[in-house]
């Protein structure tokens, strides 16, 4: 029988696609013909999981994984599918967790058996777990570290605002004077220490002091009776001052102060002649008006002290000599007055006394002096410069 070479064609193709599968499968690690069993495990993140990555059971790769999808009710978890061959029999507890394979980052599920006396069925679903990798691991052991190193950073860098505000141009130049003062106080201690070393080395003051100390102290112990009198002197002193009466003095003292502070209530109430004084308004303007009216006496007596003035005028005419009287004078002059004058008109009584070279003309003469006086107040208006004299007749 004569095969076709189109029959030829399709199974080298055929072949040839079976082949390429097997081969495929070889280089997983996975035959077509070997038994397998299929497990689950449900993760919420696989951390880099592949296909085709390894399932590794005591360090050696006993399976691959199949298949990863997305599963749950918001596809929140991811379910991976893997298979074993050899039919391994593991413990109904054994957790499949995933971890970093080689320094690259590379992940495997490694299966970690438990002491459950059950076994697993194939298509069961393993406890699933995620390892940390060691970049995880690094960053998680380092995390605290960046945390402090954060705050560190940032004091640092208050601290350095906090230097630089303080640290101005004035504060600067401030530090400059004060070490150049320091400076300057270290060359004046230098040079008074030299002073010092001079002066020990010629004039020798000190041992003059150390000498006068001496003296001092042999002074005090040749004089050691008198200083010992001295201080039973003192202490008896200090005895009679102790028995002085304190607390009486002081109950005194505080009587008296009571005392005063009742006398300064009574005053502040109004109470006696200095009461009144301090809060009598009355007394207070009675004597303010009696100052007024002696400053206007004193002006009246600087401006017209002929009101003022005792005239004691003699006349030599008279041979009997008669009683002196008090005399309103009310004008005065050089020149006599005509007897047709208004003052002679007016007054009909107006009698006219010479003295020394002037004239003085009088209205009326009394005996007692306050009704000359009132005589005066009534012509104080109308003559201004009159006064009262004493007129001596003989």
């Known amino acids: 029988m004569k095969i076709n070479r189109e029959v030829k064609l399709a199974l080298a193709a055929i072949a040839a696609v079976c082949i390429l599968i097997w081969g495929i499968n070889f280089l997983k690690g ?10 689950y495990g449900v993760y919420d993140n696989v951390g880099g999981l592949k296909v085709s990555s390894g399932v590794i059971y005591r360090g050696y790769q006993v399976g691959q994984v199949s298949n990863i999808v997305f599963t749950g009710e918001r596809m929140d978890k991811v379910l991976v599918e893997f298979f074993l061959k050899d039919n391994l029999s593991l413990p109904k507890d054994t957790r499949a967790v995933i971890q970093s394979a080689d320094l690259m980052g590379s992940k495997v599920i490694n299966l970690l058996p438990g002491t459950a006396d059950a076994t697993l069925q194939d298509g069961d679903t393993l406890i699933a777990e995620v390892e940390q990798g060691m970049m995880e691991q690094v960053g998680q052991q380092i995390a605290p570290f960046k945390v402090r190193l954060e705050r560190l950073m940032t004091s640092l860098d208050s601290t350095l605002l906090t230097i630089r505000e303080v640290l101005d141009e004035r504060t600067v130049n401030g530090l400059k004077n004060s070490f150049q003062s320091v400076e300057q106080m ?24 150390l000498e006068n100390v001496e003296g001092i102290t042999e002074n005090l112990k040749n004089n050691d009776e008198r200083v010992s009198r001295i201080m039973d002197n003192m202490s008896v002193l200090s005895d009679s001052l102790r028995r002085v009466p304190v607390n009486q003095t002081v109950r005194d003292l505080n009587n008296m102060t009571l005392r005063i502070d009742s006398i300064l209530m009574k005053m502040n109430r109004g109470k006696g002649t200095a009461g009144a004084f301090l809060n009598d308004n009355n007394l207070y303007y009675s004597l303010n008006d009696v100052a007024e009216n002696l400053n206007r006496l004193l002006v009246e007596f600087r401006y017209n002290p002929k009101k003022f003035i005792r005239l004691s005028l003699v006349d030599f005419s008279a041979a009997n000599k008669e009683v ?71």
Do not use: W
């Not at 002073?195 to 002091?209: P, S």
């Not at 107040?377 to 001596?392: C, N, T």
């Open 324 to 394: 002196g009287e008090y005399a309103v004078v009310i004008y005065e002059s050089s020149d006599r007055l005509a007897a047709d004058s208004d003052l002679y008109k007016k007054y009909s009584g107006l009698k006219e006394v010479k003295y020394r070279d002037k004239y003085l003309y009088v209205v009326g003469t009394y005996k007692n002096l306050k009704r000359a006086q009132r005589e005066l107040v009534s012509l104080g208006e109308e003559y201004k410069d009159a006064y009262i004299a004493r007129i001596d007749f003989y």
């Open 30 to 39: 996975s035959s077509l013909f070997d038994s397998k069993t299929t497990y």
């Open 186 to 209: 270290l060359d004046n201690l230098e040079g008074v220490s030299g002073k010092l070393n001079v002066m020990l080395d010629e004039n020798g003051r000190v041992d003059n002091i």
